[in-house]
């Protein structure tokens, strides 16, 4: 299982030919690891399309989460191991990305700073994990239907680092809206930060 890495694509919007995309997009990465790809699409809240990705990819050691709507730079991979590979501790590597719909401008994320995600700061799904982190933290909370990262970032970061690679190393094709009201959020981020608080006390 050295180095095998899984690439969950997530279609909510079940277009093919983002699909189609994707599938080209991870192909073509230029390094000599084996990968396994999975298209999870459907009826679904993003929580349970990812988490039937995991299920679906089986044993790899790493997994990157990407959306139908995002490619791959060629040397994603390689740049993301590199990480893994100097700080064994780190469960995560977030990167920059570019925005085509927006005259291909960069987004700048900030470094990782785990205050910074207990207060709201939500970092974007796609990033690469180490799967066994799944397993110790869990899988995506499948109950939730728009904050479900940001659940899964709190909770991997009470237990291990996560890295910020301030490289653009994906682009983003377009917008994918958001299907909660204000008041459907409010809901999700009490019920989250509730846990996180069950969560902490239990360990006390």
Not at 35 to 61: C, H, P, T
Request: hydrophobic share 35%.
């Amino acid at each position: 299982m050295e180095d095998k890495v899984g690439v969950i694509m997530i279609n909510q919007s079940n277009c093919i030919e983002l699909q189609k995309e994707c599938i080209a997009g991870a192909k073509a990465q230029k390094c000599s690891i084996e990968k396994k790809a999975a298209v999870v699409g459907g009826d679904y809240f993003k929580s349970q399309l990812i988490n039937k990705g995991l299920e679906i990819i089986g044993e790899v050691k790493y997994v990157i989460i990407i959306n139908t709507n995002e490619e791959l730079k060629e040397n994603y991979i390689e740049k993301c191991l590199s990480i893994f590979k100097s700080y064994d501790s780190v469960a995560a590597v977030y990167t920059d990305y570019n925005k085509e719909y927006l005259s291909d401008s960069r987004e700048y994320l900030p470094s990782f700073n785990k205050l910074r995600i207990a207060e709201g700061y939500q970092i974007p799904t796609t990033a690469m994990f180490k799967k066994e982190i799944f397993n110790i933290c869990g899988n995506f909370d499948d109950t939730l239907k728009g904050l479900e990262t940001w659940d899964m970032w709190i909770r991997i970061s009470e237990k291990f680092p996560i890295y910020h690679l301030p490289e653009s190393l994906y682009v983003s094709k377009s917008i994918i809206k958001k299907s909660l009201t204000m008041e459907e959020l409010v809901v999700e981020q009490k019920y989250i930060l509730d846990k996180a608080t069950q969560r902490t006390n239990g360990n006390k």
